[in-house]
Protein backbone atom coordinates (compact mmCIF):
# COMPACT_ATOMS: atom_id res chain seq x y z
CA UNK A 1 0.00 0.00 0.00
CA UNK A 2 2.68 2.46 1.03
CA UNK A 3 4.75 1.47 -1.99
CA UNK A 4 1.76 2.04 -4.32
CA UNK A 5 1.38 5.28 -2.42
CA UNK A 6 4.96 6.63 -2.85
CA UNK A 7 5.04 5.50 -6.82
CA UNK A 8 1.53 7.69 -7.37
CA UNK A 9 3.46 10.38 -5.61
CA UNK A 10 6.63 9.85 -8.01
CA UNK A 11 5.02 10.09 -11.26
CA UNK A 12 2.66 13.14 -9.54
CA UNK A 13 6.04 14.91 -8.44
CA UNK A 14 7.25 14.11 -11.88
CA UNK A 15 4.52 15.19 -14.30
CA UNK A 16 4.52 18.51 -12.01
CA UNK A 17 7.78 19.34 -12.92
CA UNK A 18 7.18 18.34 -16.64
CA UNK A 19 4.63 21.07 -16.88
CA UNK A 20 5.89 23.47 -14.78
CA UNK A 21 8.22 25.36 -17.21
CA UNK A 22 5.27 25.44 -19.20
CA UNK A 23 3.14 27.53 -16.47
CA UNK A 24 6.38 29.76 -15.41
CA UNK A 25 6.89 31.11 -19.15
CA UNK A 26 2.45 32.03 -18.65
CA UNK A 27 2.89 33.86 -15.15
CA UNK A 28 6.48 35.19 -17.01
CA UNK A 29 4.06 36.44 -19.89
CA UNK A 30 1.69 38.04 -17.59
CA UNK A 31 4.04 40.12 -15.89
CA UNK A 32 5.72 40.97 -18.45
CA UNK A 33 2.65 42.59 -20.25
CA UNK A 34 1.21 44.13 -17.21
CA UNK A 35 4.63 45.91 -16.50
CA UNK A 36 4.43 47.16 -19.99
CA UNK A 37 0.47 48.25 -19.38
CA UNK A 38 1.17 49.86 -15.67
CA UNK A 39 4.36 51.69 -17.54
CA UNK A 40 1.81 53.38 -20.22
CA UNK A 41 -0.55 54.49 -17.47
CA UNK A 42 -2.98 51.46 -18.02
CA UNK A 43 -4.37 51.75 -21.60
CA UNK A 44 -4.99 48.08 -21.91
CA UNK A 45 -7.17 48.39 -19.32
CA UNK A 46 -10.15 49.47 -21.50
CA UNK A 47 -10.39 45.84 -22.71
CA UNK A 48 -11.72 44.53 -19.34
CA UNK A 49 -15.06 42.79 -18.99
CA UNK A 50 -17.91 45.82 -18.62
CA UNK A 51 -20.99 44.43 -17.95
CA UNK A 52 -24.11 45.01 -20.21
CA UNK A 53 -21.60 47.03 -22.66
CA UNK A 54 -21.07 45.48 -25.82
CA UNK A 55 -17.69 46.27 -26.06
CA UNK A 56 -17.39 44.97 -22.55
CA UNK A 57 -17.69 41.41 -24.05
CA UNK A 58 -14.03 41.33 -25.40
CA UNK A 59 -13.24 41.35 -21.51
CA UNK A 60 -14.08 38.01 -21.18
CA UNK A 61 -10.62 36.97 -23.22
CA UNK A 62 -8.37 39.95 -21.85
CA UNK A 63 -9.68 40.50 -18.02
CA UNK A 64 -7.96 37.46 -16.91
CA UNK A 65 -4.84 38.79 -18.34
CA UNK A 66 -5.44 42.41 -16.95
CA UNK A 67 -4.63 43.71 -13.40
CA UNK A 68 -4.89 46.83 -11.59
CA UNK A 69 -1.37 46.88 -10.14
CA UNK A 70 1.55 44.94 -8.35
CA UNK A 71 -0.48 43.91 -5.50
CA UNK A 72 -3.24 42.68 -7.63
CA UNK A 73 -0.95 40.35 -9.70
CA UNK A 74 1.11 39.00 -6.65
CA UNK A 75 -1.48 37.94 -4.71
CA UNK A 76 -2.71 36.17 -8.05
CA UNK A 77 0.57 34.57 -8.97
CA UNK A 78 0.90 31.97 -6.82
CA UNK A 79 -2.61 30.36 -6.69
CA UNK A 80 -2.80 30.47 -10.93
CA UNK A 81 0.68 28.83 -11.16
CA UNK A 82 0.00 26.11 -8.48
CA UNK A 83 -4.15 25.03 -9.59
CA UNK A 84 -2.71 25.55 -12.73
CA UNK A 85 -0.20 22.95 -12.47
CA UNK A 86 -2.28 20.47 -10.70
CA UNK A 87 -5.15 21.02 -13.24
CA UNK A 88 -2.64 20.01 -15.60
CA UNK A 89 -1.79 16.91 -13.74
CA UNK A 90 -5.13 15.68 -14.42
CA UNK A 91 -4.53 15.96 -18.16
CA UNK A 92 -3.48 18.22 -20.21
CA UNK A 93 -6.04 18.37 -23.07
CA UNK A 94 -8.89 18.85 -20.13
CA UNK A 95 -6.34 21.30 -18.63
CA UNK A 96 -7.40 23.59 -21.94
CA UNK A 97 -10.48 22.91 -22.32
CA UNK A 98 -11.33 23.69 -18.78
CA UNK A 99 -9.78 26.68 -19.52
CA UNK A 100 -11.84 27.44 -22.55
CA UNK A 101 -14.65 27.00 -20.69
CA UNK A 102 -13.95 28.13 -17.09
CA UNK A 103 -13.39 31.80 -18.99
CA UNK A 104 -15.88 31.56 -21.30
CA UNK A 105 -18.85 30.85 -19.25
CA UNK A 106 -17.64 32.83 -16.09
CA UNK A 107 -16.94 35.97 -18.37
CA UNK A 108 -20.53 35.59 -19.46
CA UNK A 109 -21.90 35.11 -16.01
CA UNK A 110 -20.26 38.15 -14.81
CA UNK A 111 -21.50 40.12 -18.34
CA UNK A 112 -24.80 39.36 -17.65
CA UNK A 113 -25.26 39.74 -13.85
CA UNK A 114 -21.86 41.39 -12.63
CA UNK A 115 -21.85 45.24 -11.21
CA UNK A 116 -20.88 48.14 -13.35
CA UNK A 117 -17.71 48.67 -13.40
CA UNK A 118 -14.10 47.37 -15.43
CA UNK A 119 -14.07 43.49 -14.18
CA UNK A 120 -10.22 42.54 -14.56
CA UNK A 121 -8.15 39.71 -12.95
CA UNK A 122 -7.37 35.93 -12.61
CA UNK A 123 -9.03 35.81 -9.97
CA UNK A 124 -11.93 34.28 -11.87
CA UNK A 125 -10.19 31.42 -13.35
CA UNK A 126 -8.16 30.79 -9.95
CA UNK A 127 -11.59 30.09 -8.94
CA UNK A 128 -12.36 27.97 -11.41
CA UNK A 129 -9.08 26.46 -11.56
CA UNK A 130 -10.08 25.39 -7.42
CA UNK A 131 -13.49 23.99 -7.89
CA UNK A 132 -12.47 22.43 -11.11
CA UNK A 133 -9.19 20.70 -8.63
CA UNK A 134 -11.91 19.83 -5.88
CA UNK A 135 -14.64 17.99 -7.59
CA UNK A 136 -12.26 16.13 -9.40
CA UNK A 137 -11.83 14.73 -5.83
CA UNK A 138 -15.16 13.57 -6.23
CA UNK A 139 -15.99 12.57 -9.06
CA UNK A 140 -12.41 10.81 -9.95
CA UNK A 141 -11.43 9.46 -6.73
CA UNK A 142 -7.85 8.75 -6.70
CA UNK A 143 -4.53 9.25 -4.59
CA UNK A 144 -3.64 12.29 -7.15
CA UNK A 145 -6.80 13.94 -7.15
CA UNK A 146 -7.22 13.56 -3.24
CA UNK A 147 -3.58 15.03 -3.00
CA UNK A 148 -4.12 17.99 -5.27
CA UNK A 149 -7.96 18.65 -3.44
CA UNK A 150 -5.78 18.95 0.05
CA UNK A 151 -3.18 20.92 -1.05
CA UNK A 152 -5.37 23.20 -3.03
CA UNK A 153 -7.80 23.58 0.48
CA UNK A 154 -5.49 23.84 2.79
CA UNK A 155 -3.74 26.96 1.21
CA UNK A 156 -6.31 28.36 -1.29
CA UNK A 157 -9.17 27.64 0.85
CA UNK A 158 -10.10 31.06 1.64
CA UNK A 159 -11.07 31.00 -2.03
CA UNK A 160 -14.58 29.75 -0.78
CA UNK A 161 -14.75 33.19 1.10
CA UNK A 162 -14.47 34.90 -1.74
CA UNK A 163 -17.39 33.24 -3.76
CA UNK A 164 -19.90 36.11 -1.45
CA UNK A 165 -20.10 39.68 -1.29
CA UNK A 166 -17.70 41.21 1.03
CA UNK A 167 -16.58 44.50 -0.03
CA UNK A 168 -16.51 46.80 -3.18
CA UNK A 169 -13.11 45.98 -4.80
CA UNK A 170 -13.50 42.26 -4.69
CA UNK A 171 -16.04 40.93 -7.66
CA UNK A 172 -17.18 38.21 -5.75
CA UNK A 173 -19.59 37.91 -8.79
CA UNK A 174 -16.02 36.86 -10.73
CA UNK A 175 -15.55 34.53 -8.14
CA UNK A 176 -18.50 32.74 -7.64
CA UNK A 177 -19.02 32.13 -11.47
CA UNK A 178 -15.68 31.00 -11.89
CA UNK A 179 -15.79 28.35 -9.41
CA UNK A 180 -19.40 27.46 -10.68
CA UNK A 181 -17.95 26.99 -13.78
CA UNK A 182 -14.67 24.78 -13.26
CA UNK A 183 -17.33 22.88 -11.72
CA UNK A 184 -19.28 22.21 -14.61
CA UNK A 185 -15.80 22.10 -16.71
CA UNK A 186 -14.85 18.84 -14.68
CA UNK A 187 -18.25 17.38 -15.67
CA UNK A 188 -17.70 17.90 -19.18
CA UNK A 189 -14.12 17.18 -19.33
CA UNK A 190 -14.86 13.93 -17.38
CA UNK A 191 -17.53 12.92 -19.00
CA UNK A 192 -16.48 14.24 -22.71
CA UNK A 193 -16.35 10.54 -24.16
CA UNK A 194 -20.02 9.86 -23.28
CA UNK A 195 -21.44 13.12 -24.26
CA UNK A 196 -19.68 12.67 -27.90
CA UNK A 197 -21.27 9.45 -27.62
CA UNK A 198 -25.00 10.89 -26.56
CA UNK A 199 -24.11 13.90 -29.09
CA UNK A 200 -23.08 11.27 -32.00
CA UNK A 201 -26.46 8.78 -31.01
CA UNK A 202 -28.70 11.56 -31.50
CA UNK A 203 -27.51 13.79 -34.09
CA UNK A 204 -29.05 11.49 -36.82
CA UNK A 205 -32.41 13.18 -35.47
CA UNK A 206 -31.08 16.31 -37.05
CA UNK A 207 -30.12 15.69 -40.24
Known sequence: MLSELATQLNAFTETSKQYLPSMLVFIGGLWVFNLINWSLGSP?????????????LVGIIFSPILH?????????????????????TLGLAQ????TGIIMLLSGLAVWLIGR?????GASG??????GYVLFSAYLQPTFTTFFCAGVALYYFGGILFSLVPTDAETSWEGHLSGFLSGLLAN?????????????????????
Do not use: E
Request: some cysteine.
Open 44 to 56: FNILGLRPRRLFG
Open 68 to 88: ANFTHLIFNTFPLLCLGIFVM
Open 95 to 98: FYWA
Open 116 to 120: RGNHI
Open 125 to 130: LIAGYF
Open 187 to 207: YLCTNADYLFQFVQSYSKYFR
